[in-house]
């Protein structure tokens, strides 16, 4: 047999060991149930790098070699299914309830300027799909209003693909036609390019939300998505990421987390916004 084939067998020690390190530097917890799913992950890595166990592995993370292959690692144990127009009823909502509101506020405050933050971004779909619904809403809603879009990731790989903005007809299976139409450059192949004035509207950049002093740096926002990331993480992470999306929101600004995450046990300075089939939180003034 190939021995790049041969996959290596992660005893109890290695996974816990791993998993507390994992945890320190994303704040993603395996809980021991899921050690099949990282020896899974990890096993073809061990085998490219000529690794003898999992604990040369970590070995080979802690040490000078660490910060490069901490990026291979993340790449290697996130999840990243997700699709344009994702979830549509909160998608629905953000266009015709979340955004008119947030314009709304921020004139108020006496600004012209919208900023919304797609938090683990994935490969892009995320941050496109709402630089799109501004794109159409540009002279009506959205006119005499700058609108940035940040779309940010702990994975560099889905990074790169997102800035390469090319997609398959898998992804964007969840748009009209003409939505394709108005938004695409079909490239062949079954392949779609995002047209320039939607890439215009948004800006990538790789960021672990762990780093909690980090976040001061990314400004201050309208609205925050962070759909499907919270399930990865304990309470206590869960507790500073969220203090981290409200020390960053304008007071009634909007976040917007995954439809089958709950932040409601957590003294978070939120309130629960009910939509058609979708819900919402709101920053308490």
């Known amino acids: 047999m190939d021995p790049l084939q ?24 395996f809980s021991e149930s899921k050690q099949y799913f990282l020896e899974n992950r990890l096993s ?40 344009f127009w994702r979830n549509p009823p909160q998608i629905e909502a953000f ?3 979340v955004l ?15 900023r919304i933050w797609s938090a683990a971004c994935s490969s892009g779909e995320e941050p496109y799909t709402l630089a ?14 700058t609108v940035e879009i940040l779309g940010t990731d702990i994975s560099e790989k889905v990074l790169a693909q997102a800035q390469d903005g ?16 108005r938004h695409f450059i079909p490239l062949g192949k079954d392949l779609f390019q995002v047209k320039p004035e939607v890439q215009r509207l948004t800006s990538l950049r790789h960021f672990n939300l762990v780093d909690y002093p980090a976040y001061r740096q ?8 962070c759909r499907n990331v919270l399930i990865y993480f304990d309470e206590n992470v869960k507790t500073q990421v969220l203090k981290g999306f409200h020390g960053q929101l304008h007071p009634k600004a909007y976040l ?28 308490r003034i």
């Open 132 to 145: 799109m619904i501004c794109q159409d809403l540009r002279d009506t809603v959205l006119r005499g209003f």
């Open 256 to 283: 917007l987390v995954g439809h089958s995450e709950s932040i409601h046990s957590f003294n978070t300075g939120f309130e629960l916004l009910h939509f058609s089939k979708a819900m919402g939180y709101r920053k």
């Open 95 to 97: 266009q015709n309830i």
């Open 166 to 181: 090319v997609y398959n007809s898998y992804t964007l299976r969840n748009l009209t036609p003409e939505q394709l139409q």
């Open 218 to 225: 990314l400004g201050t926002y309208d609205v925050i998505f």
């Open 100 to 114: 008119p509101d947030a314009v709304k506020q921020a004139r108020e405050r006496g600004q012209s300027r919208l």
């Open 6 to 29: 041969a996959k290596q067998q992660m005893t109890l020690a290695e996974f816990r060991s791993l998993r507390d390190f994992i945890y320190a530097k994303s704040g993603i917890f």
């Open 44 to 83: 073809k890595r061990i085998a490219e790098l000529k690794l003898k166990s999992y604990a040369d592995y970590l070995s080979l993370l802690q040490g000078s070699q660490g910060p490069t292959e901490l990026k291979r690692l993340f790449v290697e144990i996130t999840t990243n299914e997700t699709s």
